[in-house]
């Protein structure tokens, strides 16, 4: 999926000379099937800085929703799917705008996603078979099939403090912050799904130091989280998709900063059922004795 968006930079701030640097961060991503076609829609979050015609460093940081489709073909709104991102790539260009001034950005979003569709289909199985006036034999083999145990999104809320090392310049205002979602383990425990992982939480911001304006800095955010899954069982399949829904970062001070998370679990489970089906018949015509035994 290619997503382009054009931004304009507010009256305020001066003209671009170079882009210095970038960053793009995308969260809450949400998916909805249609006819033909699977809509992803989410929020991109971008800091630019960049260098003025006087030279100087300015920055500037806004959030844009967007949408766009992937091509499914045979899918449709009442299917079962799953969409998992990965990989994503991003691009930020200076154009001149209808002024020929050097205040717009073209902001490219591209996304490379794992898409799958389940349909739900009700199939006739023979399980037996009988007669009045012959015998049967029946030969019958196992069959197997899944089923849907649940479709289920979970949200964890972390919030934590963190502080600049001694040895790090202290913050005069952020300027941006980013995170990134790692799942590290993943466990089948009773009637659930078991998921632990971290987040990692980048911020970026100027320094009240001339020589070195701006800095960047991280911490990181443990969480646990049990998705219910009655029914799972070890042997059974499930698709796991984790990613950022929200993002909050406070000033406290200089040296101080807090971070809000918000995280979205999406879980698909299956389950495996397993029967017998009569695959052959054979046909034993019943003899004098035989019949006396039958019920009237």
Not at 83 to 107: Q, T
Not at 121 to 145: I, K, Q, T
Not at 155 to 179: M, P, T, W
Request: aromatic letters at 10%.
């Amino acid at each position: 999926l290619r997503v382009k968006e054009m931004i304009m930079i507010p009256n305020t701030k001066s003209n671009i000379r170079e882009i210095v640097s970038y960053d793009v961060d995308v969260r809450g991503l949400e998916y909805y099937g249609e006819e033909h076609r699977v809509e992803m829609r989410g929020e991109a979050f971008f800091c630019v800085i960049y260098r003025i015609e006087e030279g100087q460093l300015e920055w500037y940081d806004a959030s844009i929703p967007f949408s766009g489709y992937f091509d499914a073909e045979g899918c449709k709104a009442s299917d079962l799917y799953y969409v998992k991102v990965l990989s994503k790539e991003y691009g930020l260009e200076i154009i001149g705008d209808n002024d020929g001034e050097m205040r717009a950005l073209e902001l490219e979003l591209l996304f490379s996603v794992d898409m799958r569709c389940w349909e739900e289909v009700s199939v006739p199985v023979l399980m037996d078979a009988y007669a009045l006036d012959r015998n049967l034999v029946l030969e019958r083999e196992p069959m197997n099939f899944k089923k849907l145990l649940v479709k289920n999104t979970a949200k964890l809320r972390l919030n934590e403090n963190f502080q600049v090392d001694d040895a790090e310049e202290k913050i005069l205002q952020i300027c941006s912050y980013h995170g990134k979602v790692c799942v590290e383990h993943t466990e089948v425990v009773e009637n659930g799904l078991e998921v632990l992982g971290i987040v990692t939480v980048y911020v970026m911001y100027a320094t009240p130091e001339d020589g070195f304006p701006m800095a960047c800095v991280s911490g990181q955010l443990a969480f646990e989280q049990v998705v219910d899954v009655p029914g799972l069982k070890k042997e059974d399949c499930f698709y796991l998709e984790c990613g950022l829904d929200q993002l909050q970062v406070n000033l406290l001070d200089s040296i101080e900063y807090e971070a809000k998370v918000s995280i979205k679990i999406d879980v698909m489970a299956f389950g495996t059922e397993k029967i017998e089906r009569v695959i052959n018949m054979e046909e034993i015509p019943l003899d004098g004795n035989g019949l006396q035994d039958y019920p009237g």
